[in-house]
């Protein structure tokens, strides 16, 4: 695998991350992410020319409908005989700190 023409500085990646890197797991790291890197290169060898533009990935598009005014729920009652304290519209429920 070809690494790219890119020079990883391990001391401040492991600065960044915080993490203390031994010889073993710099060697480790250096050659993951310049296989990560070089993943990414097969990009350049496409070209932005080639790609073409996309909006959507998934296929699905934005499902709209016309706004309308939401029906009240009846089922107030229900609700209020079921809670064990219901004040101003709303179940009033104990404090939880």
Known sequence: MPAPDIELDLDRIGILSRLALDDEERATIQRDLLAILNQFSILEEIGEDAAEETHEVSGRRNALRE???????????????????????????????
């Open 67 to 97: 706004d309308r005014e939401p029906s009240r729920f009846e089922g107030v009652k229900d609700i209020q005989g079921q809670a064990p304290r219901f004040a101003a519209g709303h179940v009033v429920v104990p404090k939880n700190l």
